[in-house]
């Protein structure tokens, strides 16, 4: 039997729907999608007090053809909020987030935790609206509900404010026809043997495939070594301009990098949903060109009463204050950041605007490719150009080697009761950080010799 799950992963990949059904060991969630999916969770958990004193329809672990006995039952009973309401039309079955029943009519309410409509909601609305429809309810309307980007939190969270809902009927109507064919298309497929399907967009978008690392390790999805087109590896450099960029940088420099979570319900007074919030830094000081390079950093304590952002503030101004200039990789990541918490703390707001004044971006050079080589092409990433200038400096040997992993790890440490985990994980967290703020250091000692 489909899903509305399975139905919306048929629509972006018939084999991964494939994959699904017949080949279910052969996901390999990452740990970043699997907080993703918990999150998920925590907030359909939350949007149900949206509508308050509702009755779950289903009473085990997933929704089954007892939950959708169990919804017409509720439904004769007279229950006028149901949770997870179950439908089957088609030999497909749709458990609703939210049913609710205003002035004698129904509509449908689907969960989403993200900040606006996203054009694949459409067909998961759409499904459940055609199975809903199909086994004999009408329906008034159709919404998605997502979180209202504009809610500051303050004190304790206010569902009704925090979700917008947002009525998708018309969009949903205009793809109904679609959806039967839809659904034969994929229940004739899943008869069949593996679909071939090569690997492109699907993969990545809207969200990373789990089974992306099982085809990556196909033959059909391998490129041939004899056709592989060879990129040079020559540095292209223009020397005047790297020097006009070097000249600019005074004395003292400090590298600066921050590393931030993203709650998907606001964990702090003054925040938003999906807000970056600075959690860590690291900082490599240099008085002149020969003096010693001292390193500081920052990173916060797990506890939820305790808002990452005032310590990091406070410390960040007092280790930055002598500095001429404040270098940094990706300037607008971290002017955005500091100037998000010069709106949420004002009282900080005209020391911190100092910072962006001697702000100083050490990607510009390989931006504006006075720095490069072919295989570099249109990226610069300090990832890619960290081992283009400084092969011995690697970050491959790090347990936590990336933004998203060092996001994750720190969001997950709220609710881990492991101390000895907690320690080794920050560890990881300072070495990676460090890292960041090392690189920029070695990059432009590379462009000093130029």
């Known amino acids: ?18 994959l699904y059904v017949h080949n279910f060991e052969a996901r390999a969630v990452s740990e970043a999608t699997a907080s993703l999916f918990g999150t998920g969770i925590n907030v359909g958990d939350l949007a149900r007090e949206y509508f308050p004193n509702g009755v779950m329809a289903v009473e085990g672990d997933y929704p089954n053809r007892q939950s959708a006995q169990r919804t017409q039952e509720l439904i004769a009973q007279g229950v006028e909020t149901i949770y997870e309401a179950t439908f089957i039309y088609n030999d497909t079955l749709v458990a609703v987030d939210l049913m609710h029943k205003q002035n004698g009519r129904w509509s449908l309410y689907e969960v989403k935790s993200t900040n606006s409509v996203k054009p694949q909601h459409i ?111 020559e540095h292209q450099v223009q020397p005047s301009k790297i020097q006009d960029f070097v000249q600019g940088l005074e004395y003292p420099i400090c590298h600066l990098d921050f590393e931030t979570i993203m709650p998907a319900v606001p964990m702090f007074d003054e925040s938003r949903p999906y807000q970056q919030i600075p959690f860590q830094y ?3 000081t240099q008085q002149h060109p020969d003096s010693e390079i001292i390193h500081s950093d920052y990173l916060a304590e797990s506890n939820p009463d305790i808002d990452p952002r005032l310590d990091l503030i406070t410390q960040m101004i007092a280790e930055t204050a002598e500095a001429k200039t404040v270098l940094v990789y990706n ?49 610069y990433s300090i990832k890619l150009v960290l081992p283009m200038l400084c092969p011995d400096v690697s970050y491959n040997e790090l347990e936590i080697n ?35 703020t090392l690189a920029m250091v070695k990059i432009l000692e590379v462009l000093q010799g130029v």
Request: proline share 3%.
């Open 331 to 379: 300037l607008r990541f971290e002017r955005d950041r500091i100037q998000e918490m010069m709106r949420d703390f004002p009282l900080y707001a005209a020391t911190l605007q100092t910072i962006i004044d001697r702000m100083k971006d050490l990607m510009h050079p390989f931006q504006k490719k006075h720095y490069t080589t072919e295989a570099l092409g249109r990226k």
């Open 402 to 436: 990336n933004g998203m992993d060092a996001s994750s790890k720190f969001l997950n440490l709220y609710y881990c009761p492991d101390e000895t985990l907690i320690a080794e994980t920050r560890h990881h967290l300072l070495k990676y950080c460090h890292l960041d």
């Open 123 to 233: 067909k998961d609305v759409a499904v459940q609206y055609y199975v809903v429809q199909g086994s004999g309810l009408e329906l008034e309307d159709a919404y998605l509900m997502h979180f209202d980007r504009e809610y500051v939190k303050r004190g304790a969270i206010v569902p009704t404010q925090l979700f917008k809902a947002e009525s998708l009927l018309e969009q949903v109507l205009a793809v109904q026809s679609t959806i039967a064919v839809n659904i034969e298309l994929f229940q004739n497929m899943l008869l069949g043997d593996e679909p071939e399907v090569l690997m492109g967009i699907q993969c990545k978008k809207p969200y990373e495939c789990d089974f992306c690392e099982y085809c990556s390790c196909l033959p059909c999805n391998q490129k041939e070594n004899a056709e592989a087109i060879e990129l040079s590896t």
């Open 1 to 18: 039997m489909l899903s509305k799950s399975k139905f919306t992963r048929g629509i972006n990949c018939q084999k991964s729907l494939w």
């Open 282 to 284: 690291s900082l490599h």
